[in-house]
């Protein structure tokens, strides 16, 4: 079945410091990925998309490429702050490849960025 | 604009006895899911339902858990004889369609049985 499988963290990061997190994905169709964040206490809340090979998903400085040959969707973000202390999860949707649409989710990063 | 609302945001029961969960999706959204995360994981894909119809429940365990979406009013996610194993956060997610389209969450219910 379909999965994804992204970077263990805890990540730690210095602030203005370069910030990757690793994801890639197994699916049988074309998904949809997905980046979501998650801060202490609260739901998920989206942060970049991408719908098809070689899109690039941007938001708040942060970005990622949908790679189909790597079967890739890292997230990248030139130079974090300590507000993007949070968890980062990679998520895809495979509409065609058998499922109802729902999102199917890596396992988390946590990131934490000290000042 | 209210976004997905969940209720309550904690909830704690003692075992044995029954959960039940709400969702209120957006405005206009039809499609709403169901999701659980354990301690230090992702969250699973548990049902997914659009308005008096169960579309997928894969994720559901076969016993003690049903959800439901009636023509009027929020979604239920319903938790009878809980365990210790069912303590969880439970997400709620809804979109206007299927698919590649944005589904915003709410900001779940934390179950903790006792």
């Known amino acids: 079945g379909d999965s994804v499988t992204q970077m263990e963290g805890p990540v730690t990061l210095s602030e203005e410091a370069f910030l990757t997190i690793n994801c890639t994905y197994t699916?049988?169709?074309?998904?949809?990925l997905f980046w979501y964040v998650q801060y202490p206490g609260e739901g998920l809340q989206l942060l970049l998309k991408?719908?098809?090979?070689?899109d690039k998903g941007s938001n708040k400085g942060f970005e990622a490429t949908y790679r189909k040959e790597t079967t890739s969707f890292h997230l990248e973000k030139g130079s974090v702050q300590v507000s993007d202390s949070a968890v980062y999860f990679c998520?895809?949707?495979?509409?065609?490849?058998?499922?109802?649409?729902?999102?199917?989710f890596g396992k988390g990063t946590k990131l934490s960025v000290k000042p | 604009n209210a976004g997905v609302m969940q209720n309550p945001r904690h909830l704690v029961r003692r075992r044995g006895q029954e959960a039940r969960l709400r969702c209120s999706p957006m405005?206009?959204?039809?499609?709403v899911y169901w999701y659980r995360q354990l301690p230090e994981e992702g969250l699973k894909f548990m049902v997914y339902?659009?308005?008096?119809?169960?579309?997928?429940e894969s994720g559901m365990p076969k016993e003690r858990f049903s959800a439901e979406f009636p023509k009027e009013g929020p979604s239920i996610l319903r938790i009878q004889q809980v365990v210790r194993g069912d303590s969880a956060a439970y997400f709620c997610?809804?979109?206007?369609?299927?698919?590649?389209?944005?589904?915003?969450f709410g900001q779940g219910t934390r179950l903790t049985v006792v």
């Open positions: 699916a049988t169709g074309y998904p949809s």
């Open positions: 998520a895809l949707s495979d509409l065609y490849g058998g499922s109802q649409g729902n999102l199917i």
């Open positions: 405005k206009g959204h039809s499609h």
């Open positions: 991408a719908t098809k090979a070689d």
């Open positions: 339902l659009q308005k008096e119809n169960i579309i997928d």
């Open positions: 997610a809804s979109s206007a369609q299927t698919g590649g389209t944005e589904a915003f």
